[in-house]
Every structure is written in structure tokens, then in C-alpha cells.
């Protein structure tokens, strides 16, 4: 178990911010999200899974995999096996060249070890298409940790990639936060019987329902810094 922890987890490292087949994902019905943020997020729409959906090791080989979106680099993730492959998956410049071990997955294996994807947030920067996608690493059935991808769509296919700079507020939002809480506070959606959403959605709200993102950030920092478990607890996750 432990050295199946290992080999997953140096799979997904640089995806982890410091912070068989599988029925194809229904067609995801985002809804646009107003945000403010330091920077401009052209098109932003948040989708929660739910349920969550699991990217199954199910492809054998590289040439297998599409890359037609960002599941599917997910999926070919934790399929891969090969230093080649691993680099399949990777921006031009950002291939590696250290070689590492590589975890073989059996068949009963991919029934149980796979990515959970709790929630997407799609948007635009630069002219380029970016998913930053929530998920849970799972092997024997058992969550391990949470972790954030960051998937960019170049030319015609989907790459794994890394946190631009000056983008560490939002990464950290989209990794710690509840997809539900989440989901509510960037649509500005309120509910009767729940104050402390309520709150978040008035502290951050920047009128028609704009939500910013920076005073999110700071709303979270400050629940951090004054210990206020309440609020943690109740809006974010564990991440181990």
C-alpha cells in the first residue's frame, strides 16, 4: 500500500499545489461566473461533479489517448508508465528527462486506484483555454490527498501544466474550497438556511453578483490567521 502511495503520488507531484472503462463524463453543463481578480479570467464557468467522477487508468498505451479534454489527460495520467508518456502529457517545454519508476497498475488495480474529480473552473487567459480541476487521489479505494491540476488547451489538445505566476490566490481557492460552498459563493447563489454562506457571498460580493476572487482570498487568509476552525471547517476541505 505504501509503496503504491509512493509511485501515485510522484506521478501527480507537480500537480498537487503546496500547497475497465468509465462511463464518458456527461456533457458539463457550466454556468458563467462573474469574478473579479488581479487578473482578467475572460469566459469563467465553474462545474461541480456531482457525483464526482473517476478518471480510470483506462488507457494501455499512449497512442490510446485523445487528449480532447482535460479528464482525458487525467485519465491518461494515471494510465501512464513510461518516461515517453509521462512527457506525452506535457507542454513542449516543460518535458522531463530524469527517469522514474513507473506504477504498472493490474486490472483489479484499476478498479480501485483512480483520480475523484470534484470540480472544474474553466476560463481564458492570454488567448489560452485553462481547466484547473479539483481532485481526489484514491488506491485501494482509500482517499490519499486532494490535489489541483492545471490542464491548458494548446493548438488542438489539452496539456498538464503548472500555476502560472501571480495566479497562487486563485489555485489556492479552487484547491481548499468545498466543491459545493464553492460552487454557491461564485454564483452568488444565497440560501435561506445557511448564514455563514450568506456572509461569504455579501464579503465578496462586488455588486451583480460579481464575485472577487481577491477578497475571497483575504476573507480565507483571515479565518487562517485567527484560527477560526468554524469557518474552515465548514467551507474547506482536508487536504490529507
Same mark, same amino acid.
Given at each position: ?10 506521478? @501527480? ?5 503546496? +500547497? ?35 478518471? =480510470?487508468? %483506462? ?13 482525458? @489527460? ?16 506535457? =507542454?513542449?517545454?516543460?518535458? *522531463? *528527462?530524469?527517469?522514474?519508476?513507473? %506504477? ?13 474529480? =470534484?470540480?472544474?473552473?474553466?476560463? *481564458? ?24 491540476? @492545471? =490542464?491548458? %488547451? ?33 454564483? +452568488? ?34 479565518? %487562517? ?16
Amino acid at each position: 500500500m505504501k509503496k503504491n502511495i509512493s509511485l501515485i503520488f510522484i506521478l @501527480v507531484f507537480g500537480l498537487v499545489i503546496n +500547497g475497465l472503462c468509465q462511463v464518458p463524463v456527461k456533457e458539463t453543463k457550466t454556468k458563467a461566473v462573474n469574478l473579479i481578480s488581479a487578473f482578467t479570467l475572460k469566459g469563467a464557468s465553474f462545474y461541480e461533479y456531482n457525483p464526482p467522477y473517476k478518471a =480510470l487508468a %483506462k488507457y494501455n498505451s499512449k497512442n490510446e489517448v485523445s487528449y480532447n479534454s482535460p479528464e482525458d @489527460v487525467l485519465s491518461s495520467i494515471i494510465s501512464t508508465n513510461s518516461l515517453e508518456w509521462d512527457n506525452q502529457n506535457r =507542454l513542449p517545454n516543460k518535458q *522531463i *528527462i530524469e527517469p522514474k519508476e513507473y %506504477k504498472v497498475l493490474s486490472l483489479k488495480e484499476k478498479e480501485t486506484t483512480y483520480f475523484e474529480l =470534484l470540480h472544474k473552473f474553466t476560463f *481564458i487567459s492570454n488567448g489560452i483555454e485553462i481547466a484547473y480541476i479539483k481532485y481526489r487521489i484514491v488506491e485501494n479505494n482509500n482517499p490519499v490527498l486532494l490535489a489541483l491540476a @492545471v =490542464l491548458k %488547451k494548446v493548438g488542438d489538445r489539452w496539456y498538464i501544466d503548472g500555476v502560472d505566476s501571480g495566479f497562487e490566490k486563485i489555485s489556492n481557492i479552487l484547491w481548499v474550497f468545498k466543491s459545493d460552498k464553492l460552487n454557491s459563493i461564485l454564483k +452568488g447563489e444565497k440560501k435561506n438556511e445557511d448564514s455563514f454562506l450568506n456572509e461569504v457571498i455579501d464579503n465578496c460580493n462586488d455588486g451583480a453578483s460579481i464575485c472577487n476572487m481577491d477578497k475571497l482570498f483575504e476573507l480565507y487568509n483571515s479565518w %487562517k490567521i485567527s484560527n477560526n476552525q468554524v469557518m474552515i471547517s465548514y467551507f474547506t476541505d482536508s487536504i490529507f
